[in-house]
């Protein structure tokens, strides 16, 4: 899958973390004996880019081109929130070229930005199941899989070689050269950092859960292994700790939570449901395993919000028929976590579900199914699937999604009281992850996923991670920003708690057992009575 | 050559550049959920290392044996001059062992000292020929032959593998492994450094005369080379310019001109002689082609200061038979810089010599030869010399040394009139160098070479770039002291000078033409008279 040309969405001043220089070095003469490469920082300083550092294997290659440019050139430089490092030393030319990546490093999916930086430009997306999933498809498997160095080393490997693998060949069908790369950016969780640096992840899974390393120095992309890319800076946001990482805080970064006087939430349907909530002054975390069935990965036909992927449904009142849409066109495959939240909320609305989510009795209609498994639902007919099976959603499908919508709802609600606010001081929520780019919150607030409030504040921004990454590399600011939040985060912990399960069992119904907090949401005439006998 | 278990001689504060610090890690907990390193950065800091930098090829094997050690080790941490760096994590023991190399690149020879650094002690100290003379004796042949990338290539690594092979005997003859050393604290001339780091020296011997680099970053050894040494970090002393090497700044680190209120001058009689001036408000340098016949290289049976040599003389003034000092006992080799200087001024006050530097006519002594190129002078007799050939001093031989001496005067008294002083002004001078441990102050100002002065004015403190480097690695507050000593230093160019030139015609004589210069030398009656018709 793969995306071309769009703009980087920053709306901050231009800073780009990389900027092609033109130079004119004053000619040496015997009163100013200045070295070839201090002069070049002398002339780097007064143009207001100091400290500059050279790295110590390019000083000898920048001479010459120095020299062999007449001292009239263009000096790429990167900035490393301490000091500027010279990375190059180009011809003068009023076209400079000068690109980058944006990585985010997600648990199942690896996506790769290419960017044209002085232009804030994409030029492709590309994305790719993350490799390690071999070794275990959740980052648990993998942190075990890890824990002696050999185990480290493989895992570590195929990551390295993933990512270079699409990075090549994005340069090259984009006709770009290596030596124009002058930065990556990357984002992702804690094991996702901790693997993609080298570093032991085991303490992540332990009590009391202390990364390695919470922090990473901005290095040359060649000592991760990225040998291809000789001028690229590497920059990997920092983690809060073992359960908020660097996607959450890059997630931030991109919403603008931390630039806000407003309270703000983020909400990051991953692998977990990781939420956000803040504001210039304050910022909380929390996370919960309400993820893998919003993202389509637990229900028996779920699937990632990709091509071939189910993402809306509408059901027809009267013949309780579905319509639906494929993502790409063409014939389905499954359904994705938007799917879902539409096909429950529809099912909901014209009956097919009562408010428990059971299959309402007594209900007559072609697409109902009697399965070895209880009753179920036919979302696409055998003609409508890529593998020509019809595609059936089970009351147990329902059942495990519901438990995902009610662990989202319970979340937003406990951190939200955590801190002493209700749903309706938050002025916008942002929701990230590929979810986020296709779920409509009016379906999502029928179902009572989210918070029963104004369509209006509700934003989908889809792979926040990413756009941070992307963001950072066209603004440099960020660099002290995403520390800052880093520095801000409070973590709470939710996991283990009584006031949780409570909550939680009243979030299991459609909308919930508690109708006051959903008052835009219709509920059908004709649901279960005395809920509170079969609560 | 080797010298064993010295002390470095550092009479400021002890501010070693690396250090063993003993850490507790507060233990994780849930509550304090900083990630290993971090929580090593944050420790530090509160023992006042702030900030910390990990190099991200060290982190894993840091965070292991963090682990490893119970939050309970020895963190040995490097002082870089912005921040420290944290080189390796021991085991807990009373005894920590650190030990740096220190480095002088001489054109003629490699000198290392080995130095324990947490005792301020010279474990060893080896000297070996620069291998690099097989390309040209002299600089400037090198220089011309790395005019090539190849070329560079070969000189580069012909002094990289020449100093490993010497450090890597040196620690294994001393016992100590690999892994304690951890810092290589280097001083070269600025051609010696450009070849060190691998720069292109070709500007440095073409007008105007203008280095690649004159200020070094510190850097990991193994980026230099020095793979075997995973944790030491290299430091190069900084160049003023082409003529004006780190040498010469870790000279004035040794000898303090910079720490000193009173005028004080540094004379370091290499390949050159090269002068410093100044105190600690201001720095003046210039060289000159003064060094080769001083340090017994261009004279016939002239040789370095090392075993063989013959560095004292004395001439009986009634037989006019010498007797002499052998260094390291045995049979004479040749003759060094100092034993010419004595063998000239026993001459000269016993007669044999006239003040113009020739043979007295009509001289009897069975020591004295008429050989086809004029009379000559035997200073050992065959049984005396180690290949059983007579050691014969010629009129030629005398002619070159006198033009070195009067080189030597001449620069010393011309930059001191350049910032209009006079000798008399000058507190102390120090004569760095080989040379400078050998030679006797009161014969340098018979012969004229230097000024006359009272003696205690004079000090020879060896090779003053190595003791720099060694100080460097016991005193880190030198690091900033280096590079500001850098920046004072005005290079005064000397060369081409028609003033030079009649200095230099008085100053060839014995003592002078001018005796009122050297008032405390006694003339010898019987020298030829009516000196002005002669000159």
């Not at 996506?111 to 490799?131: G, M």
């Not at 991670?465 to 066209?474: E, I, K, P, Q, R």
Request: aromatic fraction near 6%; hydrophobic fraction near 40%.
């Amino acid at each position: 899958m793969h995306r071309t040309d769009f703009d980087v969405p920053v709306k901050l001043e231009n800073h780009p973390l990389i900027e092609s220089i033109a130079v004119d070095l004053p000619a040496p003469s015997l009163n100013d004996n200045t070295a070839d490469l201090d002069r070049l920082a002398r002339t780097l300083g007064q143009l207001g880019r100091s400290p500059v550092q050279i790295a110590p294997g390019k000083m000898n290659k920048l001479v010459r081109k120095i020299r062999g440019n007449d001292l009239c050139f263009r000096a790429v430089v990167g900035y490393t929130g301490t000091h500027w490092e010279v990375l190059d030393v180009v011809a003068r030319s009023p076209d400079s070229a000068v690109f980058g990546f944006a990585l985010d490093l997600g648990t199942s999916r690896l996506v790769f930005q290419l960017i044209d930086i002085a232009r804030k430009k994409v030029i492709r997306e590309v994305s790719e199941k993350n490799p390690q999933a071999v070794w275990g498809e959740d980052i648990l498997s993998r942190i075990i899989f890890a824990r002696d160095q050999e185990g480290l080393a493989l895992l570590r490997d195929s990551l390295v070689k993933a990512c270079s693998d699409a990075m090549l060949k994005m340069i090259e069908d984009s006709g770009i050269r290596a030596h124009c790369i002058y930065a990556v950016s990357c984002a992702g969780n804690t094991a996702m950092s901790h693997f993609f640096w080298g570093l032991d992840p085991s303490n992540i899974c332990r009590e009391p859960y202390i990364p390695a390393a919470n922090t990473f120095p901005i290095v040359r992309a060649k000592e991760l292994g990225f040998d291809f890319f000789p001028n690229a800076l590497l920059y990997l946001f920092p983690n809060v700790g073992s359960y908020v990482g660097g996607d959450i805080i890059s997630g931030v970064i991109a919403s603008g939570l931390n630039r806000s006087t407003g309270i703000q939430m983020l909400i990051d349907v991953g692998t977990n449901a990781e939420i956000v909530l803040g504001n210039s002054e304050w910022l909380m975390a929390c996370a919960g395993a309400a993820g893998p069935a919003l993202e389509g990965g637990v229900v028996e036909r779920g699937m990632q919000a990709v091509s071939g992927a189910i993402d809306k449904v509408r059901i027809d009142r009267k013949t309780l028929d579905p319509d639906f849409r494929v993502i790409g066109g063409g014939k389905a495959s499954g359904v994705c976590g938007s799917g879902l939240i539409e096909l429950v909320a529809e099912m909901f609305s014209s009956k097919i579900l009562n408010i428990q989510g059971k299959f309402s009795t007594g209900l007559r209609c072609p697409r109902l199914r009697n399965t070895p498994d209880g009753p179920a639902y036919v979302l696409a007919l055998s003609s409508q699937t890529g593998d020509g099976r019809e595609m059936l959603i089970s009351e147990i499908d329902i059942g495990i999604f519901l438990k995902s919508k009610a662990a989202m709802y319970t979340i937003l609600s406990l951190i939200c009281r955590k801190v002493g606010l209700s749903f309706g001081d938050l002025k916008n929520i942002y929701i990230a992850g590929n979810f986020g780019n296709h779920i409509d919150p009016e379906m999502a607030v029928r179902i009572g996923m989210i918070p029963d409030l104004p369509l209006e504040t509700y934003h989908g921004i889809g792979n926040s991670s990413l756009l941070g990454a992307s963001m950072l590399m066209c603004n440099r600011t960020l660099l002290a920003e995403a520390q800052k939040v880093r520095d801000m985060v409070t973590y709470i912990e939710l996991n283990v708690n009584i006031e949780l399960m409570n909550e939680f069992r009243g979030a299991l119904f459609i909308p919930h057992t508690d109708p006051k907090l959903f008052p835009s949401v219709r509920i059908p005439q004709s649901g279960p009575q005395s809920l509170n006998t079969q609560v």
